[in-house]
């Protein structure tokens, strides 16, 4: 991978991180919580989790 494609890649990957945290953020608490079982205090760490996979 050239050095061009990494810094991309690493930029395209931190856009879907941040829109994953805002969505998750976004969701009403009832709906987050009770339906989904997320809370949305954990948004950084699920975001994490699904976009670099740690």
Known sequence: MTMLS????????RSQYNRLVRELR???TGLAV???ALY???AE??????IYGR
Do not use: C
Request: net charge neutral; aromatic share 0%.
């Open 6 to 13: 990494t810094i991309r890649s690493a930029v395209q990957k």
């Open 26 to 28: 976004a969701l009403p």
């Open 34 to 36: 009770e339906d989904l």
């Open 40 to 42: 949305p205090g954990d």
């Open 45 to 50: 760490a699920i975001a994490t989790r699904s």
